[in-house]
């Protein structure tokens, strides 16, 4: 049996678990891209035990009738009213007469998929209104799917096995974050699609950390970021980063030190300079952790990372985690979210590593490298960095290239693709994070000096590991 066939009979073969499940019942509203969630129900048998309605509402006029008018079509905005309607519609239909012995769920979704001479991007909006015991109030489960390939017929398989892999995730597999987010995914090729948004609320949920399950995206492979904002609220990037220039700087932030956020306050000093008025008022701040700085091993400590997030957000910091390696990857990544202005912060040290002979597995190598970094208006913002064996003050305009690559740095510089950021607080210059992990650990208090009130939690969480 091939892949695509094993893939069919495992969705219809939860589509069919679904239907024989006598305490869940519900309706399907999809726009946008056919019934494809439902049609999976259809195929399998014993679809009455499980599809109260289907409704597809594709004229506006309709649409607008049914749920009320809304700024855009496919947003979370007309996910949340088609959720309030056709949920409500099915308690007050349904409620007296089976309510005791059925949890109810409203799946919605709404959808641009591929149309003539459509170039993209293809999105979806994907909800469900649901109860986690008969006669509770609902609880919500929201999530936002970038749709990779060009096709349209694809996209619909897509989003037809993902809605029931959600419904059975939800219902059957909701008591342990990794095993749900895999189950949304299960049986399906990571080049179709990409999940960059999910979130719990509602009956259940309120002590519920949505920060969690959006690293578990990431871990699990579904997503390459996910975004916090300092409130605490995971984000959607393309929504919340559209037209907004942003000033980005990577790290581990083991502990959140004072040089980082002297660091991004000088960037960002220099980043408005370059700024009309209007954009001032629109750039945001976003810390970055790679995946790779979070695993220990194979696992995460869920306790320190949400130590570092509250860290950063206590500095008024968003917080990107990601599974790029590379700044080239993380340029076109950004790239996606906005058209404006990128300032991506880095020290001297940094800058060194990009410059070193470690592109011979990329196509077209550093040259091309190069090309993808500084797409659109991202541009380097080069802090000064000192370098402890000689002593020496190095800056962007001092900084030595490798001699080979001494012409592709000048241009770079006379391009303004880097841009070197004044001198700023020189004692920290002296202390690594890694020394400053050190002091911790030691019992050096000196550590004070370099690391703000808010990593206090932090602190405490990398003394306990050495006890």
Not at 122 to 139: D, M, N, T, Y
Not at 287 to 308: H, K, M, P, T
Not at 373 to 381: E, G, M, R
Request: glycine fraction near 6%; proline fraction near 3%.
């Amino acid at each position: 049996m091939d892949s695509f066939t094993q893939t069919l009979a495992a969705t219809q073969e939860k589509a069919f678990e679904i239907n024989m499940d006598k305490g869940v019942y519900g309706s399907f509203a999809e726009i946008g891209a056919g019934q494809e969630t439902a049609n999976w129900f259809f195929r399998s048998s014993g679809a009455a035990g499980t599809v109260a309605k289907t409704i597809s509402a594709y004229d506006m006029t309709v649409s607008d009738t049914l749920y009320g008018q809304a700024r855009r079509y496919v947003s979370e905005e007309r996910l949340k009213q088609m959720m309030d309607y056709e949920y409500a519609q099915l308690v007050k239909r349904l409620g007296e007469k089976r309510g005791k012995d059925t949890c109810f769920f409203s799946f919605c979704n709404t959808v641009k998929a591929k149309g003539y001479r459509d170039n993209g991007p293809w999105s979806a909006w994907i909800g469900v209104r649901f109860q986690l015991k008969p006669e509770l109030p609902p609880s919500d489960f929201v999530m936002h799917v970038r749709l990779l390939v060009p096709d349209h017929d694809m996209q619909m398989r897509v989003l037809g096995i993902l809605g029931v892999n959600l419904l059975y995730a939800l219902f059957y597999k909701r008591d342990r974050m990794e095993q749900f987010v895999m189950s949304v995914g299960d049986n399906l090729d990571r080049a179709f699609y990409e999940i960059d948004f999910m979130r719990f609320s509602g009956n259940g949920f309120g002590m519920f950390d949505n920060r969690i399950l959006a690293m578990e995206l990431v871990r699990c492979g579904l997503s390459s970021s996910t975004l916090i904002s300092p409130d605490g609220t995971v984000v959607q990037p393309a929504d919340y980063l559209y037209k907004r220039p942003i000033v980005l700087m990577r790290g581990s932030f083991r502990p959140v030190c004072n040089i980082h956020l002297e660091m991004m306050d000088s960037v960002r000093s220099k980043f408005l300079e370059s700024l009309s008025q209007e954009q001032h008022e629109r750039v945001v701040d976003i810390c970055e952790i790679s995946l790779s700085n979070l695993l220990r091993g194979e696992q995460v400590d869920l306790l320190e990372f949400l130590d570092r997030v509250d860290a950063l957000a206590a500095e008024g910091k968003m917080v990107m985690v990601t599974n790029i390696a590379r700044f080239h990857r993380l340029s076109t990544l950004l790239s996606q979210y906005t058209r404006e202005p990128v300032a991506i912060a880095l020290s001297i040290g940094l800058l060194n590593e990009i410059f070193k002979d470690k592109w011979a597995d990329t196509p077209g190598g550093i040259l091309a490298t190069m090309g993808h970094i500084f797409v659109n208006q991202t541009k380097f913002y080069v802090t000064p960095w000192i370098n402890r064996t000689t002593g020496e003050f190095v800056t962007a305009g001092t900084y030595r290239a490798p001699e080979k690559y001494h012409y592709l740095y000048r241009h770079l510089r006379e391009t303004g693709c880097i841009i070197e950021v004044p001198y700023f607080n020189q004692k920290l210059l002296f202390q690594t994070p890694r020394d400053i992990v050190r002091m911790i650990t030691s019992g050096d208090e000196s550590w004070r000096d370099y690391v703000p009130e808010s990593a206090s939690r932090m602190i405490e969480h990398i003394k306990e590991e050495q006890k």
